[in-house]
């Protein structure tokens, strides 16, 4: 399982991505909260990416469009730091 920004995670069967956040239920353990589903990694980070700025578009936390770009490059400047060590790896 994959953490990323803004409480979501990404992982994986054996045919697709996963994006969703993590719940906990007494009668199954850890589970996917709302999983969405992705045939690669790239796709499935860029969902997260937008889930993530509609949530705190959601949730009051950018109001404007220039706070929405701002935040938007933030989050993908803090995704890309998080690739960095795939670069060159595939």
Not at 71 to 84: D, G, T, W
Request: glycine share 6%; proline share 4%; charged share 25%.
């Amino acid at each position: 399982m994959i953490t990323l920004p803004g409480d979501l995670i990404i992982t994986a069967d054996n045919e697709q991505y996963i994006v969703g956040r993590t719940r906990t239920r007494a009668d199954k353990g850890i589970i996917v909260d709302k999983p969405r589903y992705y045939p690669n990694l790239g796709s499935a980070l860029r969902a997260a990416l937008q889930q993530a700025m509609r949530d705190k578009v959601s949730a009051g936390e950018i109001t404007t469009l220039q706070d929405f770009i701002q935040e938007q490059n933030r989050l993908r400047v803090e995704l890309s730091i998080l690739l960095e060590p795939l670069e060159g790896k595939q």
